[in-house]
């Protein structure tokens, strides 16, 4: 999905955020919605810019090849700048427990009561708030970006995690 709003000109952001169709797994409705909010919201709003490279703006394409996440970033005329691998063993548990998490959350949603959904929501934004931190942390003096940022790519990374 690409998007651009004109009104926005600022050098540090990303204009164009991409997944790896061949690193996605199979999702249920609820992940997909998740990645579409995720990829619309991050375009909307974001602070991104390799460390020591503001002539942006920036495209990003995730993927994940083997055990590790890359991160390809590129001017927004697709010239390659830097490719990024991550381990993605720092962010296994918190990944796995997010969706076990989530998954009793979308299940709530449909049949508990209002209070088990509200507790269960706030363990799933507690758990995206430590993934987006972990996220934050593995990316510092590689990628400048804001919390908000941060936590929409990990809302991505769970997608391209995520193996049905």
């Not at 651009?4 to 952001?13: F, G, I």
């Not at 934050?136 to 995690?161: G, M, N, P, Q, S």
Request: proline residues 2%.
């Amino acid at each position: 999905m690409t998007r651009e709003r004109s009104s926005d000109k600022r050098s540090d952001r990303l204009i164009a955020v991409t997944l790896d169709e061949n690193s996605i797994g199979r999702s249920n409705r609820d992940v997909e919605h998740e990645r579409a909010i995720a990829i619309y919201d991050l375009l909307e709003d974001n602070i991104f810019a390799p460390e020591g490279d503001q002539e942006g703006p920036f495209a990003l394409h995730l993927s994940i090849t083997g055990s590790r996440l890359m991160f390809d970033i590129r001017r927004a005329d697709g010239t390659a700048i830097i490719a990024h691998l991550l381990s993605l063993t720092p962010l296994r548990r918190i990944v796995k427990d997010y969706y076990t998490v989530c998954d009793s959350y979308y299940e709530a949603i449909r049949t508990a009561t209002p209070d088990r959904i509200e507790a269960l929501d706030i363990g799933r934004r507690a758990l995206h708030d430590e993934g987006s931190q972990i996220l934050t942390e593995r990316l510092k003096r590689k990628v400048r970006l804001d919390f908000d940022t941060a936590r929409r790519l990990f809302t991505l990374i769970c997608v391209l995690h995520w193996k049905g």
